[in-house]
């Protein structure tokens, strides 16, 4: 009796080995699945794994696993910045989300060139742990943030080593897109005076919420065209905060901020973010906007990018024949509104802070436009005929 006896035990602890390691083939990947072919999934060699956990912002109907599946490989990728991947990712219930696969902070160090995958090394993990607290704290800054012309945070997900950003996608790509892009360039006559208003205003109405309706206020730090968004009504979005910052104290930011083209003159040697700092760079992305031209071309000269070529072009009293984009006919319908919003642009872009104005005055300012209002810019007003 005492044989069969063991030899139960044996056969149970066979058939518990054999379950365990059926279930460890399943949760690796590593078997067989659906071979051939035909529609198999093939062998991804980038296979995040990890207890995947997931904070929400408002309901969603996908799970964190959902989401990692979209990032194991490189065919939903859609983009990539200073802060990371961007995933167009389709979830089970059909909804498509974008995905931003955040930098490991080693990979950041050297340039952001290596795969995010890569994990911290070991001695500086103490630091590296502080800089993820201090990012998660602005993630949930940022995923309580509401406005139409804000791209909305939906939560986000950690294994405990890579972090996703999950937001709502925006179909019709970047401003940097329609502006610059290679089949962009012939079609900037389809983006008419409408609709480039439309959009400045769009902008400069969600640069207005970070800064004067967030407590504490919020500043971008890297606000270009690639940074803007269009929505399926091509409704403007302010996306990208990879490298934003709550304003909590004039303190200095310790890592260069911005793109170049778009910093502040005076950031090169205070090293300071505020308000001003985005003002500057909104009057940049204004006078893209506007002309049609990007930030900076060897055209401007050595040196110089798009806000000295603009005051020269101003001064020579030539500056609407700078805009490309439109023909004769428009330029002359349009030539009133668009000197005004060009002087936005020139007062945004004032080499002084203290002389920018703060965004709230911007949308209105923008918005008198095209109700024909005289627009009061220091050493300008005096220069804008009176028609009334």
């Given amino acids: 009796m005492w044989v069969s006896a063991v030899a139960v035990s044996l056969a149970g ?5 054999v379950t365990a390691r059926w279930l460890q083939w399943r949760e690796d990947g590593t078997g067989a699945r659906g071979g051939g072919s035909g529609g198999g999934a093939r062998a991804r060699p980038n296979v995040v794994v990890g207890p995947w956990r997931m904070t929400a912002f408002q309901r969603l109907d996908f799970t964190a696993d959902d989401v990692a599946r979209c990032v194991e490989g490189s065919d939903g990728i859609i983009g990539a910045g200073s802060s990371g991947t961007v995933y167009r990712a389709k979830m089970p219930n059909g909804e498509v989300i974008a995905v931003k696969k955040l930098w490991q902070p080693s990979a950041q160090k050297e340039g952001g060139a290596q795969a995010p ?9 103490a630091d590296a742990d502080g800089g993820n607290r201090s990012m998660l704290a602005e993630v949930e800054v940022l995923g309580h943030l509401r406005h139409r012309n804000i791209v909305r945070l939906l939560g986000w997900c950690t294994d405990g080593e890579a972090t996703l950003l999950l937001y709502e996608y925006m179909p019709n790509g970047s401003l940097d897109e329609l502006l610059h892009g290679a089949v962009c360039r012939g079609k900037q006559a389809g983006l008419d005076w409408d609709a480039r208003h439309r959009i400045a205003v769009g902008v400069a109405q969600g640069m207005s919420y970070l800064h004067h309706d967030c407590v504490p206020a919020v500043a971008h730090r890297d606000l270009k065209p690639s940074n803007i968004l269009l929505d399926a009504d091509m409704e403007a979005r302010v996306a990208d905060f990879g490298v934003a910052k709550a304003l909590q104290g004039a303190a200095p930011m310790s890592v260069v901020a911005g793109s170049y083209g778009y910093i502040a003159p005076e950031y090169t040697y205070t090293l300071q973010v505020d308000e001003k700092s985005d003002v500057y760079s ?8 506007l002309i049609g031209r990007r930030s900076v071309e060897a055209e401007y000269g050595e040196g110089s990018n798009i806000v000295d070529w603009t005051r020269r072009k101003v001064a020579a009293g030539n500056v609407m024949d700078a805009a490309e984009w439109a023909d004769q006919q428009t330029r002359e319908a349009v030539r009133d509104e668009m000197a005004l919003a060009l002087r936005v642009a020139l007062l945004c872009t004032s080499r002084c802070p203290q002389e920018r104005p703060s ?7 923008l918005q008198e436009v095209r109700q024909g209002r005289k627009i009061l810019a220091p050493g300008m007003a005096k220069k804008q005929p009176n028609k009334d």
């Fill in 13 to 17: 602890m066979v058939a518990l080995v």
């Fill in 282 to 289: 909104f009057g940049v992305v204004l006078l893209e906007i």
């Fill in 359 to 365: 965004m709230r005055d911007v949308v209105s300012m």
């Fill in 117 to 125: 995958e890569e994990p911290p090394k070991r001695k500086d993990e």
